[in-house]
């Protein structure tokens, strides 16, 4: 199993950014994917989550109406897009697989700051 992250970067107060996640090693449709967030000194916390079919998806009250998880199976890739971005949405984020065991990608670093 492999979940690598993009999209991250750094963004003003505001602004918008898509993340990606590029899973494979497994049956991507069979499962459904978190992305989770790690603020600095802070622990790791739910964002977001999605089925594997893409027809249900839950979100954190942090960010709902902001941010938007959605998947696309044909190419084994998760999104989680984030509109009006706020400072206290800088994290490192992470998708995360929960099988038999539970798998993270590297995390990408998003900054939000003007």
């Known amino acids: 199993v492999q979940l690598v992250e993009s999209g991250g970067g750094l963004v003003q107060p505001g602004g918008s950014l898509r993340l990606s996640c590029a899973a494979s090693?497994?049956?991507?449709?069979?499962?459904?994917i978190n992305w989770f967030r790690q603020p600095p000194g802070k622990e790791r916390e739910l964002v977001a989550a999605?089925?594997?079919?893409?027809?249900?998806?839950n979100y954190a009250d942090s960010v709902k109406g902001r941010f938007t998880i959605s998947r696309d199976n044909a190419k084994n890739t998760v999104y989680l897009q984030m509109n009006s971005l706020k400072p206290e949405d800088t994290a490192v984020y992470y998708c995360?697989?929960?099988?038999?065991?539970?798998?993270w990608g590297q995390g990408t670093q998003v900054t939000v700051s003007s």
């Open positions: 995360n697989l929960r099988r038999r065991n539970e798998y």
């Open positions: 090693g497994f049956t991507f449709s069979s499962y459904a």
């Open positions: 999605i089925t594997g079919t893409g027809t249900r998806t």
